[in-house]
C-alpha cells in the first residue's frame, strides 16, 4: 500500500510569514503532484514534479523532489490571505507498474490572517 | 467549456437506498477517477478507470461499484448505502495514466442517515 503522510495538517500563520509543508513515502512515484482546494471547490493544480531534486517556483511558492522521489516540500514565502486553503500533494506510481493510479496525501489546511 | 460535469451536487439518503453518482468529461480524456473526501484525510481514491473499458480498484473500493459507460461517463454506484459513505465524492479526468493535470468536477455531497 502506497501512503503519502503529508505535515503538518493545519497551519495558522500571519501575513508575511514564510512556511513549509512536507510530503513523505517510503514508495517511489514517477511524478508528484501539489493541489490547492477552496472550499466548495475541486482540487486545482499547482505543479507537477518528474525528475529526483526538481524544483519549481510559482511566483511565492517553491516546490521541490526528493532526489529519490519518495519525498516533496512546498514553500510558500511570505504569506499573504489569497494563500489560504487546502493544499493536497499527489503521488502517480510508475515503472512497469504503472497502472494510472493517484494517490493524494491527507491535505495541509493553511490560514493566513491578515 | 464544462469540463467535468457531476450530478447530483447534493443527496441525503436513508440507510441501505442505493443511487448512482454520474460523472461525464468532455475533454477526450482517456482516465477518470473516483475520490471521496472527509475531513483530516485527503482524498481516498475509491475507483479509477485508465482507459476506456477498464477499471481498478483504489484504496477504499468496499461498498462501490463502477462503470465505464464510454470515454466520457463513468459512474459511481452504492448498492446499499451506510452511514460510513457519507462524505462529499469528486470526480475526475485526465489525458493519459501517467502524467498531466488531474481535472476535478464540483463535487457531489452525500448524506447517509
Known amino acids: 500500500t502506497q501512503l503519502l503522510e503529508q505535515s503538518p495538517q493545519f497551519l495558522s500563520i500571519q501575513e508575511g510569514e514564510n512556511l513549509t509543508v512536507y510530503c513523505n513515502s517510503s514508495?517511489?512515484?514517477?511524478?508528484l503532484q501539489w493541489y490547492r482546494q477552496e472550499p466548495g471547490e475541486g482540487p486545482v493544480l499547482l505543479v507537477t514534479v518528474v525528475t529526483g531534486g526538481e524544483v519549481k517556483k510559482l511566483k511565492r511558492l517553491t516546490f521541490q523532489f526528493g532526489d529519490a522521489r519518495k519525498d516533496s516540500s512546498l514553500h510558500i514565502t511570505a504569506a499573504q490571505p489569497g494563500d489560504t486553503g487546502l493544499y493536497l500533494c499527489?503521488?502517480?506510481?510508475?515503472?512497469?507498474?504503472?497502472?494510472?493510479?493517484?494517490?493524494f496525501g491527507q491535505g495541509t489546511t493553511l490560514q493566513v490572517k491578515p | 467549456n464544462a469540463g467535468v460535469t457531476q450530478t447530483p451536487k447534493f443527496q441525503v439518503l436513508k440507510t441501505g437506498q442505493s443511487m448512482t453518482l454520474q460523472c461525464a468529461q468532455d475533454?477526450?480524456?482517456?482516465?477518470m477517477y473516483w475520490y471521496r473526501q472527509d475531513p483530516g484525510m485527503g482524498l481516498r481514491l475509491i475507483y479509477y478507470?485508465?482507459?476506456?473499458?477498464?477499471?481498478d480498484k483504489g484504496e477504499v473500493p468496499n461498498g462501490y461499484n463502477v462503470s465505464r459507460l464510454n470515454k466520457r461517463e463513468f459512474s459511481l454506484r452504492l448498492e446499499s448505502a451506510a452511514p460510513s459513505q457519507t462524505s462529499v465524492y469528486f470526480c475526475?479526468?485526465?489525458?493519459?495514466?501517467?502524467?498531466?493535470?488531474?481535472?476535478f468536477g464540483e463535487g457531489s455531497r452525500l448524506t447517509v442517515l
Open positions: 475526475a479526468s485526465r489525458q493519459l495514466k501517467s502524467v498531466g493535470e488531474l481535472f
Open positions: 475533454m477526450n480524456h482517456n482516465s
Open positions: 478507470s485508465a482507459s476506456e473499458g477498464t477499471t
Open positions: 514508495s517511489v512515484f514517477s511524478s
Open positions: 499527489a503521488g502517480g506510481i510508475g515503472g512497469s507498474s504503472n497502472t494510472g493510479k493517484l494517490i
